[in-house]
């Protein structure tokens, strides 16, 4: 099928050759075109987790075990199932084996608190979930407030190379005593040898297919609900903005497969179009540097949290880069000044490449704006990926303003979303249609279009905090931490900080007559961390008399985040 669009204008694709609008997009679910790359490709690998390899040949057979599996334990086409993992290599096999069964994979984060995985379970309506070991005590608190169906749980020990896989089963997997329901991935696996009867589904391509979780444009956490269109729209697309050879390319993939970027770029696109993923399921900077090094990834993604970290350590240190064809950065925006300097340090480190900086959000699965390989703008975002359009509008409305001039950014394409779970409002809110007669999703972000179709991000009309990439929401975090009982008021806000770019700080009024001291501050920090995920933690707390407040008596938390731009 191709993608077009009459009567909607795009500067770009006069000038830059590179991108080629109108490609062909496949009308296969995202299972389906994976195991068309496995049937071409055989002993290629797919994966590589910490020293082995799997090939495409055990990736199909991995994905067909998987869905009889599933639908051995009753799971049906339409079911949600969360998926909580990080980067191994059952988050894969679910993800393709719960799609060839017609079944949506829910991609969530390991790390969220309790109550999050609660409120995951409920707005996805999900009875059946994965995780990993480490995890199962969590799960355990969580059953205790919400039913789980079944519970399959993995093990990192499975997949790693002996005799890694001994040290790691003896001296780092957690021992449980499983309770009636949960089901350990060996025996779970099993469940599939007897099933006989049909389980393959038969799916529309244009159907939901994954569940990310977002914040959307208002700070409330939401379902997406992703089309296997979506997905494969993006690995074909991403492949034609590469301008360079994808095919037997190795990624390194330490983008979280829960996070739009490392499950629809870093994994999907190269199950895609025959590529390896190079799974790395805990980050830190000498461990990445190391694989770096070993491995020899011809492409790697990061949010900007990355490349700092990369730059303010000496663990590549004469290491040759020459093997990279792309350095793509993305989650958050890359200052200018951390551009230069990274780019100065892939060209002391013998690469041929600069940092492409990108932008995207969930509702379109991830990027769909990249700079051009042969073309940078000082402070852009770049230019939309082939068959997505993006328009400038007056903010609150769907008119399209002039270029040059500042407004919303909406864009539309294959990837864009089919909307929110269960939130009719903000579905009318985020998809509109325009008067071209075109449905488009408007970002909540604000931005500016030059002639030459160059985007550049100004800041978010939502207000949201990014810190390391990931997206914290302000709202959600106050009323957790007023949820302790010596919290009268609070405010969150991100403030600058050189290595997450921003970090969350909050502002507390304590109820009268208590304490404002140490043993308050670790009070409130220990609520927090019962109920808020780590990488949102506030790294900061103040306590205050009082907290400043507009005319009409909401909490002016722009002053706040001026005095500590003062500061």
């Known amino acids: 099928m191709r993608y077009k669009l009459d009567n909607v204008a795009a500067p770009w694709l006069d000038s830059y050759g590179e991108v080629a609008p109108n490609l062909d997009y496949s009308e296969k679910t995202i299972s389906e075109a994976v195991l068309e790359t496995a049937a071409r490709e055989g002993e290629f690998p797919a994966l590589s987790f910490m020293g082995k390899e799997s090939s495409y040949k055990r990736l199909a057979e991995e ?107 003896w001296f780092s997997e957690r021992k449980f005593p499983k309770l009636q329901g949960d089901l350990d991935w060996a025996d779970f696996i099993a469940m599939g040898d007897g099933v006989s009867e049909s389980y393959i589904a038969d799916k529309d391509y244009r159907s939901e297919a994954v569940v990310l979780f977002s914040g959307g444009t208002t700070g409330t956490t939401k379902g997406i609900m992703l089309s296997d269109l979506n997905f494969n729209a993006l690995a074909w697309q991403t492949a034609n903005m590469a301008n360079r050879e994808v095919h037997h390319s190795k990624m390194l993939a330490a983008m979280p497969v829960f996070h739009g970027f490392g499950l629809g770029v870093c994994i999907h696109t190269m199950m895609f179009i025959g590529g390896t993923s190079i799974l790395v399921p805990r980050f830190n900077v000498k461990s990445y540097a190391k694989l770096i090094r070993k491995t020899k990834p011809n492409f790697i993604a990061g949010v900007p949290t990355l490349f700092e970290a990369i730059t303010r350590n000496r663990y590549l240190d004469g290491a040759d880069l020459s093997c990279l064809r792309g350095v793509f950065s993305g989650g958050d925006s890359l200052t200018i000044e951390l551009k230069k300097k990274f780019d100065a340090f892939l060209a002391e480190h013998n690469a041929s490449v600069r940092v492409r900086e990108g932008y995207g959000t969930t509702e379109c699965v991830t990027a769909c704006c990249l700079t051009p390989y042969n073309k940078e703008k000082e402070g852009s975002i770049g230019i939309p990926f082939p068959d997505t ?129 140490e043993w308050m501050k670790e009070s409130i920090m220990e609520h927090c961390r019962a109920n808020i995920a780590k990488y949102a933690l506030p790294s900061e707390i103040e306590l205050r008399d009082s907290l400043p407040t507009t005319l009409v008596g909401k909490v002016a938390y722009t002053v706040l985040e001026k005095e500590e731009q003062g500061a």
Not at 105 to 127: G, R
Not at 460 to 488: C, D, F
Not at 495 to 512: H, N, P, S, T, Y
């Open 389 to 517: 359009y993006f328009k400038i509008c007056k903010s609150g409305s769907t008119e399209e303003v002039p270029y040059g001039e500042e407004g919303e950014i909406c864009l539309t394409g294959p990837s864009m979303m089919l909307g929110y779970i269960g939130h009719e409002e903000e579905n009318r809110q985020t998809l509109q249609t325009h008067p071209d007669g075109h449905v488009w999703l408007h970002t909540g972000d604000l931005g500016v279009m030059d002639s030459e179709g160059f985007i550049y991000f100004r800041q978010r009309i939502k207000r949201m905090i990014v810190t390391s990439g990931y997206n914290v929401y302000p709202s959600q975090l106050e009323n957790i931490i007023e949820g302790h009982p010596a919290v009268q008021r609070c405010c969150v806000i991100g403030v600058k900080d050189a290595l997450k770019m921003q970090r969350v700080k909050a502002f507390i009024v304590l109820k009268d007559n208590c304490p404002k001291d």
């Open 63 to 169: 994905i067909d075990r998987v869905a009889r599996s599933f639908h051995a334990l009753g799971v049906r086409p339409g079911m949600r199932v969360l998926v909580c993992l990080p980067n191994v290599p059952q988050a894969v096999f679910c993800l393709y084996g719960l799609n060839r069964l017609g079944a949506v994979p829910t991609m969530v984060h390991p790390l969220s608190a309790v109550s999050e995985l609660v409120f995951y379970l409920n707005e996805a309506s999900c009875q059946v979930a994965v995780t990993l070991d480490q995890f199962y005590g969590k799960f355990l608190e969580v059953k205790k407030q919400r039913p789980i169906g079944k519970l399959i749980v993995c093990h990192v020990s499975d997949e790693l190379p002996f005799p890694l896989s001994i040290a790691q089963k």
